[in-house]
């Protein structure tokens, strides 16, 4: 069966290398997390991909260092924000998308199955009838295959569940930014072991994003550094080299294979840190829970739960 969102993309790449994405990153040391910011140098239109407000769990205090840093760049450069794109409901990191839409603009996206994560949190975190488990926190929810622009850049939206069901990538131009479906080669793939999530369905989904032609430019959400390697973060590999060198996801790795390793290494996993504060707020698309009846917000911590 012919994939017709792959060939939407592979036909975008290959016309896309002569008038490539202008890419801006911003590494977050304490999440881990690269935000980019991805523009058309003809028209200077924006997109700001996976963006992080500041949390301090043990104050439960919010701050805007990593965002204000975004924001002085954006206008540093003249940029117009049409998007503020999610890959997927982070667990690690809380989205600054509503605090840059206030002052940038911008629509803030994500995929449609973002309302699977919605029902099965909104239950988690009993978050009441007052939460819409519709999609209706973002402004627009993507499907696989749509297309779309950034000024004068195609893009085009690829569904790839398996870490989360709602994960998207986004195919800039002849880039990738492929959210947490895989890292570095030296790093390998994300966990499967969240609601939702699944080894067999990530596998699917990241062979679907390696079988782009071998020139992609694949942008990480995150890096973690390997244990016993390199001592400088990086985030930025290509479709050859991830194909060639991934520890967990190179060619001639089975689904089998690869299933009996990444459900044997999630078991020994720890939950993210910031894991229950995130999740709440990045399933209302950045969006602080509504504020109880003496004017503060409060975030929960089901017990034994999770």
């Not at 997390?33 to 028209?43: G, I, R």
């Not at 996206?109 to 009838?129: D, R």
């Amino acid at each position: 069966m012919t994939d017709s969102a792959i060939a939407k993309a592979s036909t975008q790449i290959a016309a896309a290398q002569a008038g490539a994405p202008f890419i801006k990153s911003f590494f977050d040391a304490p999440t881990f997390t690269v935000t980019y910011v991805v523009h058309d140098p003809e028209t200077r239109h924006a997109a700001i991909i996976d963006s992080v407000l500041n949390f301090d769990p043990a104050s439960g205090r919010t701050s805007f260092s990593s965002a204000d840093a975004v924001i002085a760049y954006v206008e540093e450069k003249g940029l117009t924000v049409d998007w503020l794109l999610e890959t997927h409901a982070h667990a690690d990191h809380l989205s600054a998308a509503p605090y840059l839409q206030q002052k940038l603009g911008g629509k803030i996206a994500i995929g449609e199955h973002i309302v699977t994560v919605q029902q099965v949190f909104g239950k988690l975190f009993n978050a009441g009838s007052d939460f819409e488990r519709d999609g209706s926190d973002f402004d627009q929810l993507w499907k696989d295959g749509d297309q779309f622009q950034i000024g004068n850049l195609h893009v085009t939206v690829l569904h790839v569940p398996g870490h989360t069901p709602a994960c998207i990538a986004y195919v800039i131009g002849d880039a990738v930014f492929v959210g947490d479906t895989m890292f570095m080669p030296d790093y390998g793939t994300a966990r499967a072991d969240f609601p939702g999530g699944d080894a067999r369905t990530l596998y699917h989904s990241a062979r679907r994003i390696l079988s782009l032609p071998p020139e992609t430019r694949l942008f990480m959400c995150h890096d973690y550094l390997p244990a016993g390697g390199r001592t400088d973060y990086v985030w930025e590999a290509t479709v050859e080299a991830e194909r060639s060198a991934n520890i967990h996801i190179h060619d001639g790795i089975s689904e089998d294979d690869f299933v009996t390793m990444r459900e044997a290494r999630d078991a020994t996993l720890d939950m993210p840190r910031l894991i229950l504060p995130s999740v709440q707020v990045n399933m209302r698309a950045g969006h602080l829970p509504p504020a109880d009846d003496n004017g503060v917000t409060y975030l929960k911590i089901p017990v034994n739960a999770v």
